[in-house]
C-alpha cells in the first residue's frame, strides 16, 4: 500500500478536500467576475443616463405637465365625490329621522292600544323599509368613503413624482448654470487673448510704419489713405501701395505663428470714400468703389500668402466719415482703408 492510501485510511476513509476547495475558488473567481461585468455595464448605462440628461429633462417636463393634468382631474373628481358624498350624508339623517318618528309612532300605539296589529304590522313593514334604504344609503357612502382614500393615495403619489421631478429639474437647471459659468469664463479668457495678440499686432505695424505720415492709427485700427494704395477714382493698388502690402502681409504672417489655432480672428479691411459722388461704366456709386477697394487689398494679401478664411472685405461708401468739414483735406481722410483685427 502506498504512502498516500495509508494516509487516508489512517484519517478514516480517505477525506480529502483540495479539490473542493478549488472548485469553490472556481466559483467565487466566477461570481466576482460576473459582478464586474454587472458593475461595467451599470456605469455604461449611468453614463448613456448622464448624457442624455436634456433628453430626460424634456420628457421629465412633458411628465410633469401630464401629471399636472391629471392631478387637476382627480381633484376635480374628488370636488363631485365629495358633493355627492354630502347629499347622501343628508338623506341618510332624514332617513333616520323619519325611522325614530316612525319608531315614537310604533312605542305610542304600543302604550295607548289603540290602534290595530293590522296598523301596527304596516307600520312596521315601513319601517322595516325605511331601514332597509338606510342600508343601502350606508353601503353607497361606504364605496364613496374607499373611492376617496383611492383618491387621496392618487394624489400622494402624484405630489411625490412632481416633488422628484422638481428635483431632478432643479439639478439639471444647476447643472446648466454652472456650465454656462465656464462658458462664459473659457470666453472671456478667448477674448482677452485676443485683444493681446491684437495690440502685439499693432505695436508690430506701428514700428514698421512709424515713419509714414499718410498712415494713421485710430483707436483699434490701421488707416491707409487711399492714395498711399490706389489711384482716384481707381480700384487696382499701385505699385506704392503694393510694397506697403507686402509689408503689412510679412506682420500678419508672424502674428499668425504666435496666435493658437482654436481663436477665431480675422483682419477685417473696410473700404471708405469721401462724399463726391462717383458714376463711371465701372461703378456706379461710392458703395461699388469703397467694395472694390476692400476686395483688392484682401486678394493682394491672399497673394502674399494670408489664409482668405482670415480675411473679411465691406464697403461703406461715404456714410461713415471721420471728419464732417465739407473741404479738401477733410475728403481726403474720409477716403481710407481701415484694417482692424478682431473676431470673427
Given at each position: 500500500?502506498?504512502?498516500?492510501?495509508?494516509?487516508?485510511?489512517?484519517?478514516?476513509?480517505?477525506?480529502?478536500?483540495?479539490?473542493?476547495?478549488?472548485?469553490?475558488?472556481?466559483?467565487?473567481?466566477?461570481?466576482?467576475?460576473?459582478?464586474?461585468?454587472?458593475?461595467?455595464?451599470?456605469?455604461?448605462?449611468?453614463?448613456?443616463?448622464?448624457?442624455?440628461?436634456?433628453?430626460?429633462?424634456?420628457?421629465?417636463?412633458?411628465?410633469?405637465?401630464?401629471?399636472?393634468?391629471?392631478?387637476?382631474?382627480?381633484?376635480?373628481?374628488?370636488?363631485?365625490?365629495?358633493?355627492?358624498?354630502?347629499?347622501?350624508?343628508?338623506?341618510?339623517?332624514?332617513?333616520?329621522?323619519?325611522?325614530?318618528?316612525?319608531?315614537?309612532?310604533?312605542?305610542?300605539?304600543?302604550?295607548?292600544?289603540?290602534?290595530?296589529?293590522?296598523?301596527?304590522?304596516?307600520?312596521?313593514?315601513?319601517?322595516?323599509?325605511?331601514?332597509?334604504?338606510?342600508?343601502?344609503?350606508?353601503?353607497?357612502?361606504?364605496?364613496?368613503?374607499?373611492?376617496?382614500?383611492?383618491?387621496?393615495?392618487?394624489?400622494?403619489?402624484?405630489?411625490?413624482a412632481l416633488e422628484a421631478s422638481?428635483?431632478r429639474d432643479q439639478a439639471s437647471?444647476?447643472?446648466?448654470?454652472?456650465?454656462?459659468?465656464?462658458?462664459?469664463?473659457?470666453?472671456?479668457?478667448?477674448?482677452?487673448?485676443?485683444?493681446?495678440?491684437?495690440?502685439?499686432?499693432?505695436?508690430?505695424?506701428?514700428?514698421?510704419?512709424?515713419?509714414?505720415?499718410?498712415?494713421?492709427?485710430?483707436?483699434?485700427?490701421?488707416?491707409?489713405?487711399?492714395?498711399?494704395?490706389?489711384?482716384?477714382?481707381?480700384?487696382?493698388?499701385?505699385?506704392?501701395?503694393?510694397?506697403?502690402?507686402?509689408?503689412?502681409?510679412?506682420?500678419?504672417?508672424?502674428?499668425?505663428?504666435?496666435?493658437?489655432?482654436?481663436?477665431?480672428?480675422?483682419?477685417?479691411?473696410?473700404?471708405?470714400?469721401?462724399?463726391?459722388?462717383?458714376?463711371?461704366?465701372?461703378?456706379?456709386?461710392?458703395?461699388?468703389?469703397?467694395?472694390?477697394?476692400?476686395?483688392?487689398?484682401?486678394?493682394?494679401?491672399?497673394?502674399?500668402?494670408?489664409?482668405?478664411?482670415?480675411?473679411?472685405?465691406?464697403?461703406?461708401?461715404?456714410?461713415?466719415?471721420?471728419?464732417?468739414?465739407?473741404?479738401?483735406?477733410?475728403?481726403?481722410?474720409?477716403?481710407?482703408?481701415?484694417?482692424?483685427?478682431?473676431?470673427?
Open positions: 500500500m502506498t504512502r498516500l492510501a495509508r494516509r487516508r485510511n489512517e484519517t478514516g476513509g480517505g477525506a480529502y478536500y483540495w479539490p473542493g476547495f478549488v472548485d469553490a475558488m472556481a466559483q467565487l473567481l466566477l461570481v466576482i467576475t460576473f459582478l464586474l461585468s454587472v458593475f461595467m455595464i451599470a456605469q455604461f448605462m449611468l453614463a448613456r443616463e448622464i448624457t442624455g440628461q436634456d433628453t430626460v429633462l424634456s420628457q421629465l417636463r412633458s411628465q410633469i405637465a401630464e401629471l399636472s393634468e391629471l392631478l387637476a382631474l382627480e381633484k376635480s373628481s374628488k370636488t363631485e365625490l365629495s358633493t355627492t358624498l354630502a347629499a347622501l350624508a343628508d338623506d341618510l339623517k332624514s332617513a333616520r329621522d323619519q325611522t325614530s318618528e316612525l319608531q315614537g309612532i310604533i312605542d305610542v300605539l304600543r302604550q295607548e292600544g289603540t290602534q290595530s296589529g293590522t296598523a301596527l304590522t304596516a307600520l312596521q313593514n315601513k319601517l322595516t323599509g325605511e331601514k332597509k334604504i338606510s342600508a343601502e344609503a350606508l353601503a353607497r357612502v361606504e364605496l364613496l368613503n374607499q373611492q376617496i382614500a383611492a383618491l387621496r393615495r392618487q394624489v400622494a403619489i402624484l405630489n411625490q422638481e428635483t437647471k444647476t447643472q446648466i448654470a454652472d456650465l454656462g459659468r465656464r462658458l462664459n469664463i473659457a470666453l472671456a479668457q478667448r477674448v482677452q487673448e485676443l485683444a493681446r495678440f491684437r495690440s502685439e499686432f499693432f505695436g508690430r505695424l506701428r514700428r514698421i510704419l512709424s515713419q509714414r505720415s499718410d498712415i494713421r492709427v485710430v483707436g483699434d485700427r490701421f488707416v491707409f489713405q487711399s492714395e498711399v494704395l490706389f489711384d482716384k477714382g481707381a480700384a487696382e493698388i499701385n505699385i506704392a501701395g503694393l510694397a506697403e502690402i507686402g509689408t503689412l502681409a510679412t506682420a500678419i504672417q508672424e502674428l499668425e505663428l504666435q496666435i493658437p489655432a482654436d481663436i477665431a480672428w480675422v483682419l477685417r479691411v473696410d473700404g471708405h470714400t469721401d462724399s463726391d459722388p462717383i458714376n463711371t461704366p465701372q461703378f456706379d456709386s461710392n458703395w461699388e468703389l469703397s467694395s472694390a477697394r476692400a476686395i483688392a487689398v484682401v486678394k493682394a494679401l491672399i497673394a502674399q500668402g494670408i489664409p482668405p478664411n482670415r480675411l473679411v472685405a465691406a464697403g461703406f461708401g461715404e456714410f461713415q466719415p471721420i471728419d464732417l468739414a465739407d473741404t479738401d483735406q477733410a475728403k481726403a481722410k474720409n477716403r481710407r482703408i481701415e484694417l482692424k483685427l478682431t473676431e470673427r
